[in-house]
């Protein structure tokens, strides 16, 4: 089964990853960035549909103004925040699961700013 997840996963050409990096860089280049590419739909989707809940003021919002509000609406948001994690964390192989749990803070870091820059762009 856990096969079956790595194999879904698009290949990322561009993304490095090397023993020069730390685990933490690692993982985020291994496991989070392809996953989130796999997402993307759904993580825009979900996104959208947030906007659309909250009165699409996103919508005329200038672009700078849109970055903030992606920063401090959307990604502040505790339930959608954990919604958009949850499309990513069901994609873990139980090692990367693993990892994952033991390094939770920093890692949710990673992943909160890997959404905005997905969002950022996609939205």
Known sequence: MDQD??????TLPNVVVDDSMTLDEQF??????????????????????????????FHN????????????NLLADRMIIHELRGLV???????????????????NKRIQNLFFERIKSGV
């Open 89 to 107: 964390i069901g994609m873990f192989t139980i090692e990367e699961m693993e990892y994952y749990l033991d390094n939770r803070s920093a890692l």
């Open 61 to 72: 919002l200038t672009a700078e103004k849109k970055s903030d509000y992606i920063k401090n």
């Open 5 to 10: 997840k790595i194999s879904m996963r698009p």
């Open 28 to 57: 985020q280049n291994k496991t989070l960035r392809p996953i989130m590419k796999m997402q993307h739909d759904l993580i825009l989707a979900m996104t959208g549909m947030y906007i659309k809940k909250k009165k699409n003021v």
